[in-house]
């Protein structure tokens, strides 16, 4: 058996915000955007840049129920890791952009991390494992 995640689906306000923020802060590429006419969607793919296979599904709420879980889809706890080859030169970036962190760069017994907010407020770790895993 050889399985993998392909997508994860984060529920975001808008596309359009959400591409440019996915795209021009996190330096993640813009994989698909495409209309959905029998839903009237848009069917929205961004990837890190890199050799990782796991892509993100941005999906609009469409519904007062999905707008309540826009930035807490993990009721506040880490959503998301950011795995990087280079940390401080990531995080810098990520700095100079204007990225939000909640908790300052630390190290680790499995490596560096630093933890951020989305454009939503979604945390996600920004992490270089030094401890061997991928």
Do not use: C
């Not at 050889?2 to 306000?13: E, S, W, Y």
């Not at 296979?53 to 930035?71: D, F, I, K, M, P």
């Amino acid at each position: 058996m050889n399985q993998a995640l392909a997508l994860i689906a984060i529920v975001v306000r808008d596309y359009d915000e959400a591409i440019d923020f996915y795209v021009n802060k996190l330096n993640f590429a813009l994989i698909e955007d495409s209309y959905q006419p029998e839903q009237d969607k848009r069917w929205v793919v961004v990837k890190p840049v890199g050799d990782g296979n796991t892509s993100l599904l941005l999906a609009r709420a469409s519904n007062a129920h999905q707008e309540s879980y826009v930035g807490d889809q993990a009721g506040g706890r880490v959503f998301l890791f950011l795995r990087t080859d280079d940390f401080w030169r990531d995080y810098n970036n990520l700095v100079e952009r204007g990225i939000e962190f909640a908790r300052e760069p630390k190290e680790a017994p499995y490596g560096i991390v630093a933890v951020f907010k989305d454009l939503y407020g979604n945390l996600w770790d920004l992490v270089q494992f030094t401890d061997g895993r991928t």
